[in-house]
Nanobody, 124 residues
Framework: QVQLVESGGRLVQAGASLRLSCAAS????????MAWFRQAPGKEREFVAR????????EYADSVKGRCTISRYNAENTVYLQMNNLKPEDTALYYC?????????????????WGPGTQVTVSS
């Protein structure tokens, strides 16, 4: 019931900022917890951030806490991830994800829909 497409990823230098966007389709978009994950070559997909349907509950991975801000605009079916002070360790394919509100945890196994990903590369 929901389809996701990310955009905004590109090659940047360390210290730069990026805003990733996720465009969703589906009338039930607002019923999902939305999240961002990332996966570097040879590594497992890891959680980055999540935001509840109301936008009132937000969580970040320790690796990005203080540098990233997740937001959503339900009326526009969009989710954003603002990333500041990017580091080479942030290099990865970033995925937008939808998690049903009934799920207790936000993790790879509870995601019901993934976007195809957008590549972020941070050079040093």
């Amino acid at each position: 019931q929901v389809q996701l497409v990310e955009s905004g990823g590109r090659l940047v230098q360390a210290g730069a900022s990026l805003r990733l966007s996720c465009a969703a389709s589906g009338r039930t978009f607002s019923s999902y917890t939305m999240a961002w994950f990332r996966q570097a070559p040879g590594k497992e997909r890891e959680f980055v951030a999540r935001i509840s349907q109301s936008g009132l509950s937000i969580e970040y991975a320790d690796s990005v806490k203080g540098r990233c801000t997740i937001s959503r605009y339900n009326a526009e079916n969009t989710v954003y991830l603002q990333m500041n002070n990017l580091k080479p360790e942030d290099t990865a394919l970033y995925y937008c994800a939808a998690v049903p509100r009934c799920e207790v945890k936000v993790k790879v196994s509870t995601v019901s829909a993934w976007g195809p990903g957008t590549q972020v590369t941070v050079s040093s």
